[in-house]
């Protein structure tokens, strides 16, 4: 084996990882038939076997004193945790055999699943009471993507929640949670004060979530319902449930 180049360098789960390799031929008689073969792919880090050992492609021919490229493919599973990765490629022809370490990347997919009220949602439509001070959403959240995340954090992104006359839409984030791992869940509460008076309007944002291994963060709609005080001044909601609309 003279070269391996894998291709993508790094690859999405479930994806295809293609191995170019050339196998060259210094001697006088051709080598046939030869048989390739990946050992086991294992996560660099905690040796977790990838995919196991299996014969790539076999029957190849390599003429003597000359070279031939191959491309062989390797399947990716669908929830291999991102990473680095490596295996050894091995070549045999009768008792000719040769062996060369490859290595790849796994990509890091950031993946999540909020839950309001215990349903599963895409898009978060909530509904606020005018003049209530203590309106709080707790939604639950579950890393479904492939890394284990450091300091998650939910935030929101409106353009204005200032009304006509100046009333205010004051929020409170929920703290950051130190560390979330795959296929986890925790539990973050937002506070909404809303100011007396404030227009029956709805607010249309972005729910944001992120970490420290997420580069962009990950987006929600999410629409502010402001609706009348229910109760007499004074009164407490306790947690907010899904607006009527969004059900």
Do not use: W
């Not at 249309?204 to 229910?230: C, F, M, Q």
């Amino acid at each position: 084996i003279s070269n391996i180049t894998p291709a993508p360098a790094e690859v999405n789960p479930g994806a295809v990882l293609s191995l170019t390799v050339k196998l060259a031929n210094a001697g006088p008689n051709p080598l046939t038939p030869t048989e390739l073969k990946t050992q086991d792919i294992k996560n660099a880090l905690d040796q977790a076997v990838l995919v196991s050992a299996s014969t790539l492609m076999s029957g190849i021919t390599v003429p003597a004193n000359d070279a031939v490229t191959v491309v062989v493919s390797v399947t990716i599973p669908a929830n291999a945790k991102a990473g680095d990765y490596q295996s050894t490629l091995d070549v045999a022809s009768g008792a000719e055999s040769d062996s060369e370490v490859y290595t790849f990347k796994v990509a890091h997919v950031p993946s999540f699943e909020i839950k309001l009220n215990n349903q599963v949602l895409q898009d978060l439509k909530v509904a606020l009471e005018s003049g209530e001070d203590k309106n709080v959403l707790t939604l639950v959240v579950k890393n479904t993507g492939n890394k284990d995340l450091k300091n998650v954090e939910l935030s929101t992104q409106f353009n204005s929640l200032t009304d006509d006359d100046g009333d205010l839409i004051l929020v409170t984030l929920p703290n950051k949670v130190a560390e979330l791992k795959i296929g986890q869940e925790a539990s973050f509460a937002f506070n909404f004060d809303v100011e007396t008076g404030f227009d029956l309007v709805s607010l249309t944002g972005k729910l944001l979530v992120k970490s420290d291994e997420i580069v962009a963060p990950l987006e929600r709609n999410l629409t502010l319902d402001v609706k009348p005080l229910a109760c007499q001044p004074n009164s407490r909601t306790g947690d907010l449930e899904l607006d009527d609309d969004n059900l």
